[in-house]
T-cell receptor
Framework: AQSVTQLDSQVPVFEEAPVELRCNYS??????LFWYVQYPNQGLQLLLK??????LVKGINGFEAEFNKSQTSFHLRKPSVHISDTAEYFC?????????????FGKGTLLTVNP | GAGVSQTPSNKVTEKGKYVELRCDPI?????LYWYRQSLGQGPEFLIY????????DSGLPNDRFFAVRPEGSVSTLKIQRTERGDSAVYLC???????????FGEGSRLTVL
């Protein structure tokens, strides 16, 4: 079955610390991978995406993610977080193998950055 | 406007009533999507339009839910005989092409009492 798992529902960190938000998926077909961020009282915003090519993808606000096909993972990282990074982060996968309009989202990880 | 606009932002209704939620996508975006986000969950796909037609409505939970996009721009999600379990945030998104880069609105929060 096709699924998306975000292993941590909440991740508290201190400002300027590194952070990794984990995402794993289950699929027998090729996938496209995305991370979206939702700031308080705002809509979802695309952080970064992997469609093909280099497995290390850089996004906005200093975030990056690495696609690991053998481990079926797409973990999100940032070397030094800011208070303003406090938000909910969603991993999303398109299992459509090309007709990639339908995204399956994980349950989200709430990142809280403390001073 | 520049982004995806959804109205109303909040809707409180009584069980059994009919509701309509509106989405105004980014100008020129041909694809439009509806998702539903329940508390503590990620968004769940409901329906996808390419132009005026519903290309995929497999996520609609039952026949009480219906969506239209008559002129290929604004879309309306319609829910008949609302139930308490329909309470959620309904998200609309649009895109230029099938790359998964969806632009989301802020959502319509529906509360069914």
């Amino acid at each position: 079955a096709q699924s998306v798992t975000q292993l941590d529902s909440q991740v508290p960190v201190f400002e300027e610390a590194p952070v990794e938000l984990r995402c794993n998926y289950s699929s027998s077909v090729s996938v496209y991978l995305f991370w979206y961020v939702q700031y308080p009282n705002q809509g979802l915003q695309l952080l970064l995406k992997y469609l093909s090519g280099s497995t290390l993808v850089k996004g906005i606000n200093g975030f990056e993610a690495e696609f690991n096909k053998s481990q079926t993972s797409f973990h999100l990282r940032k070397p030094s977080v800011h208070i303003s990074d406090t938000a909910e982060y969603f991993c999303a996968v398109s299992f459509s193998g090309g007709s990639n309009y339908k995204l399956t989202f994980g349950k989200g990880t709430l990142l809280t950055v403390n001073p | 406007g520049a982004g995806v606009s959804q109205t109303p932002s909040n809707k409180v209704t009584e069980k059994g009533k009919y509701v309509e939620l509106r989405c105004d996508p980014i100008s020129g975006h041909t694809a439009l999507y509806w998702y539903r986000q329940s508390l503590g969950q990620g968004p769940e796909f409901l329906i996808y339009f390419q132009g005026t037609g519903a290309a995929d409505d497999s996520g609609l939970p039952n026949d009480r839910f219906f969506a239209v996009r008559p002129e290929g721009s604004v879309s309306t999600l319609k829910i008949q005989r609302t139930e308490r379990g329909d309470s959620a945030v309904y998200l609309c998104a649009s895109s230029w092409s099938n790359t998964g880069e969806l632009f989301f609105g802020e959502g319509s929060r529906l509360t069914v009492l």
